[in-house]
DNA sequence: GTCTATATAGCGATAGAC
DNA sequence: GTCTATCGCTATATAGAC
């Protein structure tokens, strides 16, 4: 449950007398991270309790003490999972290019990465996970919170300071309206793909609709040239 | 997996000839609001798989083959409890009272009540359920969306539009606009108390975040006086 | 119609052979 | 280090007594 459950209980203190390179254990590691890859798969689309040991094991093409030699249970699995999950998801520099471009393109270009990175099928099935009733009361919904959503807001927020600092935004708070542009972009098309409701917009309701986020953010806090 | 799932399997086709009046079964009413009303509570609490037929039978004060009688099975019983939530649930008239305060009062008024409707600890438990993986295939998150949120937003789609109508609002997309105006309400608040972290806002923060949702929606959308 | 007791099955986790 | 076979437990659903 702690940091690293993947440690192994007692390594037998070989002082590396008998072998003489690598003796610990040097052949997991494709099983591993298949193994991982599979829970991946199956933990975002089926949820926790949907899963067994027994179909993590099948899909990975191991057995499955195997799966309980590598991770020590199935909790501590599924925190990997999630972890690695989480790990390979966060925008690069996405946001110093849309520092750089012209406001109107720049907010654009966020509300676009945002909600591909918010909608694709692996996000869906980590928010639903998350929503799950037995991780309530758990840590692991605030570290996901803090490594993914906070992170970005984050970074926006830096952002709309830059333009605010310019002068092209009349913004007090940037970080309510940083979250107030992401709450926008996700709008109730998230809503209705995490519940299952209403699949994916087509290209046109899709720009549309980013477009519309834009548009309503920059009439509620563009600088508006002064009146003549 | 139908409509009623209630219905009894095979009534014996009794000709009312050896009993005179209600033979059939005039007993069981307390216990079957007991027993939904025991799913329900468990259930938005515990989600699907997290609460056992014997649970329920305990809180509901009855024996677990009464609930087998009443209700076909587990899934037929979990229908009946979600839906009797839903029907019990949207709000009466506080869109006709926000129709004939202010303009400012009234979006005040909506978003309060709308935050308080999706904040309780019921809603949050049945916001959970949808979004548990078994049920994204199911009509089920169709049937709550249209019964819920599509409703909510529709009548604010309607209060706006009088506003619009009136020469308050400068709105070119009511419903988008409506959309607009839910979402911030929510806000990344009720996000985080979907997933558990992050507990309730104080009256502060809640006054704050409803204020300024308010306020940029009306810096979007109002129109606004003339220059001189 | 309702309850106590039980059948059946699936899951997580483990023991022992290679 | 990996696999096959198995234990222990829990949950759904049912059979028989009152």
Redesign the pocket.
């Given at each position: 449950m702690s940091q690293a459950p993947s440690r192994?209980p007692a390594t037998p203190a070989r002082p590396a007398t008998s072998k003489p390179a690598g003796?610990?254990?040097?052949?997991?590691l494709?099983?591993?991270a298949a193994i991982l890859d599979a829970a991946k798969r199956l933990f975002s689309t089926q949820g926790y309790?949907g899963?067994?040991?027994?179909?993590?094991?099948a899909e990975a093409?191991?057995?499955?003490?195997?799966?309980?030699?590598?991770f020590?249970?199935?909790?501590a699995?599924f925190v990997e999972a999630v972890k690695a999950h989480c790990e390979a998801r966060l925008p690069p520099e996405m946001f110093e290019a849309a520092d750089a471009a012209p406001l109107r393109e720049g907010l654009l270009q966020i509300v676009r990465a945002f909600y591909a990175m918010i909608t694709g099928p692996e996000a869906l099935g980590v928010h639903r996970l998350m929503c799950s009733p037995q991780l309530a009361e758990s840590p692991m919904p605030r570290l996901f919170w803090d490594a993914g959503p906070r992170r970005v807001q984050e970074a926006v927020a830096t952002m709309l300071q830059h333009h605010v600092d310019s002068g092209e935004l009349d913004i007090d708070d940037v970080q309510r309206a940083a979250s107030q542009l992401l709450c926008l972009a996700k709008g109730e098309a998230h809503a209705q793909q995490v519940f299952g409701c209403g699949g994916e917009l087509d290209a046109d309701a899709l720009d549309s609709h980013l477009r519309g986020t834009v548009d309503m953010f920059l009439r509620a806090y563009a600088v508006r040239s002064k009146a003549p």
């Open positions: 192994r003796p610990g254990r040097p052949k997991d494709g099983k591993r309790d899963v067994s040991m027994d179909q993590i094991a093409g191991v057995s499955k003490l195997t799966v309980y030699s590598h020590g249970d199935k909790e699995l």
